[in-house]
């Protein structure tokens, strides 16, 4: 059955270092993948699209990478700032639909 | 432009008892989805909606859950009798247009059956 993992459930970093979040998956040949932003208590706010036939993608501060023979993607924080922290899901499609499959998140929290 | 928005906020009901979700989506899409999110858990969908039509349900438990979208516009989720299993925060999330985009998702309904 399809997988996917977040590296942890928890990720500690201190202000100004740069974070990187894990994404694993498989038994899934995702055509695109989405990074979200989730805050206690609200919904996912959409950071990034990726997809298949691109390595790398930019957003201020944000850089995610996708790597199909690895089956993995790599969500890059810059400068990391405290009110980063948050939960981040990454979200996989396959081609030809619509449906997302979320991973469980990682809760990143930037420390002052 | 306005986000998506839901009511109620919260709900509290005895199992066995009928609740609702109500969603209105953003101005123009024409793309709703409802998902249900467990405590620590991804959001997981129940049902997508194109235009009023129905176009993803496969995930939907339809022996007690059941949706609509009149007039493409507004869309309620119900869930008749609930058990305590259905306990969870459910969102209802919108895009616009064709082909791969983002999805814009309203503050959802934490629903506790007790």
């Known amino acids: 059955s399809q997988k996917i993992e977040q590296n942890s459930e928890a990720l500690n970093i201190q202000e100004g270092k740069t974070a990187t979040l894990t994404c694993n998956y498989t038994?899934?040949?995702?055509?695109?993948l989405q990074w979200y932003r989730q805050d206690p208590g609200r919904g996912p706010v959409f950071l990034l699209l990726?997809?298949?036939?691109?390595k790398e993608k930019r957003k201020e501060r944000l850089k995610v990478t996708f790597d199909t023979t690895l089956k993995q993607s790599l969500f890059h924080i810059t400068a990391s700032q405290p009110a980063d922290s948050a939960t981040y899901l990454c979200?996989?499609?396959?081609?030809?639909?619509?449906?997302?499959?979320f991973g469980k998140g990682t809760k990143l929290s930037v420390i002052p | 432009e306005a986000g998506v928005v839901q009511s109620p906020r919260y709900k509290i009901i005895e199992k066995k008892q009928p609740v609702a979700f109500w969603c209105n989506p953003i101005?123009?899409?024409?793309?709703l989805y409802w998902y249900r999110q467990n405590l620590g858990q991804g959001p997981e969908l129940l049902i997508r909606?194109?235009?009023?039509?129905?176009?993803?349900d496969s995930q939907l438990p339809k022996d007690r859950f059941s949706a609509e979208r009149l007039k493409g516009v507004d869309s309620t989720l119900k869930i008749q009798p609930a058990e305590l299993g259905d306990s969870a925060v459910y969102l209802c999330?919108?895009?616009?247009?064709?082909?791969?985009?983002?999805?814009?998702f309203g503050p959802g309904t934490r629903l506790t059956v007790t």
């Open positions: 909606y194109e235009n009023e039509e129905a176009v993803d």
């Open positions: 038994n899934y040949s995702p055509a695109y």
């Open positions: 979200a996989l499609g396959a081609a030809g639909s619509y449906q997302l499959t």
């Open positions: 101005s123009g899409h024409n793309t």
């Open positions: 999330a919108s895009s616009r247009g064709q082909g791969v985009r983002e999805q814009y």
């Open positions: 990726i997809r298949e036939n691109e």
